[in-house]
């Protein structure tokens, strides 16, 4: 009678089980980004952040930063090296990897020259062999836009017509007139897009009251603690329509919490 009790220990259907646990184990891991989004000004760099949840060696592994597609993706790294060729164009030679963060389980991404395109949702994916784990980051573009110019023109029989002008804002930015009491003017303002995306701003308003005094013009970011703002003094009783263009320096100040 033949000895069947060595293949009754490790039947295959327990080697292929004991086989699955073991590649189960090595792709058991999760990845897990910044809990809030991150902040990034126009024109400057930013630097986005992903990691494993285990201690385990990441040198190797596929990484990559991507949109809404895998591919192009915003930067891929596979084993040890940066792939270019796999690149969306409008990140060409504006990412940079950050190789020490692979020995903190880190996935690292600075993104240079930050404009209005990177405003919007990351994917941060890593890969090993058929496993695989990802999270997203959430990346809001921010832009403080120019000094504003503020012009005003008085006539002879109207009243005085103020205009403040401005450019490089984003998100859209808020206009907010006032007299030299502190109280709000009724105002309009004109925004348009430029090919980069950032908005500029044209904002009216119109002063009856001659003896008003001073005028003032603010832009502010709802994104950021700061606005811009420029103050004027207005011209008292003329006889003829001019033009007076403001010396006085904007003012760079914080803004009220929204």
Known sequence: MANTQGRDIFPPSSIIFLLLQLLSWKADFSVSGPGQPVLAMVGESVKLRCHLSLNISVKDMEVRWYREELSPAVHLRKKGKDVPEEQMWQYKGRTT?????????QAVLTIHNVMVFDNGTFHCKFKDGMASAETTLWLRVAG???EPRLQVRAGRDEGIRAE?????????????WRDFRGQTLPSTTNLTVSPTGLFEVVSNVTVWDRGMGNLSCSISNPLLQERMETKSHLPGECSAPFDLKISEHPRHSQAPAP
Do not use: D, I, K, N
């Open 144 to 146: 403080l836009g120019s």
């Open 97 to 105: 990897f950050l190789m020490s963060g692979l020995a903190q389980e």
């Open 164 to 176: 403040c002008t401005s450019e490089g804002w984003y998100p859209e930015p808020r206009v907010e």
